[in-house]
């Protein structure tokens, strides 16, 4: 079961290029979440979106954009790079009412 | 904001031993709280959900309890192994979209 593959793993970035990072999950679960994770800081939410066709902002949206065109895919497109969103991505999402994540393997993005 | 403490932030133990991690959080107002394995250079795994009526959960050498009104979480890994090296997060959640995560406890057992 491939469960949520993210792309790229890695990618090193020139500040002020913009970048979509791609997540996609085949658990057809309805709700999806990017979160970013750095040294000393934990996880943080970025977006998030409880359906298809909905979206939310999490704890960090500054800088960042996301769209839910279908259940499948939730992108994150980050406009014009600066290098404090140098960060490991994480996509994630939950299907089961208890609220249970499941998580992506990561895309490290470095912003130069 | 809820803000999740998890004690050690590192920890060495031979192996076989047993050992308890600690998270604490500040609003105790959860939904659930889950604790996660993450890797090296890996996505985070979910070991154990516990529910905010629930005392603890068990799932084979793993016991995870919850005393939701101290606003802590334990952590019990029986007779550790090596393979259970590895960074682990608690993670209470207090909405739909609230989930909030400590910065781990980086695990080594040593063979």
């Known amino acids: 079961t491939a469960g949520i593959t993210q792309a790229p793993t890695s990618q090193i970035l020139a500040a002020g290029r913009s970048m979509t990072l791609r997540c996609t999950q085949d658990?057809?679960?309805?709700?999806m979440y990017w979160y970013r994770q750095d040294l000393g800081l934990g996880l943080r939410l970025i977006h998030y979106?409880?359906?298809?066709?909905?979206?939310g902002k999490g704890e960090v949206p500054d800088g960042y954009s996301v769209s839910r065109a279908n259940t499948d895919d939730f992108p994150l497109t980050l406009a014009s790079a600066v290098p404090s969103q140098t960060s490991v991505y994480f996509c994630?999402?939950?299907?089961?009412?208890?609220?249970?994540?499941?998580f992506g393997e990561g895309s490290r993005l470095t912003v130069l | 904001k809820q803000e999740v403490t998890q004690i050690p932030a590192a920890l060495s133990v031979p192996e076989g031993e047993n050992l308890v991690l600690n998270c604490s959080f500040t609003?105790?107002?959860?939904?659930?709280l889950q604790w996660f394995r993450q890797d090296p250079g890996k996505g985070l795994t979910s070991l154990l959900l516990?529910?905010?009526?629930?005392r603890e959960q068990t799932s084979g050498r793993l016991n995870a309890s919850l005393d939701k009104s101290s606003g802590r979480s334990t952590l019990y890994i029986a007779a550790s192994q090596p393979g259970d090296s590895a960074t682990y997060l608690c993670?209470?959640?207090?909405?739909?979209?609230?989930?909030?995560f400590g910065t781990g406890t980086r695990l080594t057992v040593i063979p």
């Open positions: 994630a999402s939950s299907g089961s009412r208890n609220g249970e994540l499941f």
């Open positions: 658990m057809r679960h309805n709700a």
């Open positions: 979106s409880n359906t298809a066709g909905t979206t």
């Open positions: 609003d105790s107002a959860i939904y659930n």
């Open positions: 516990i529910q905010s009526s629930q």
């Open positions: 993670a209470p959640q207090t909405g739909a979209n609230n989930l909030f």
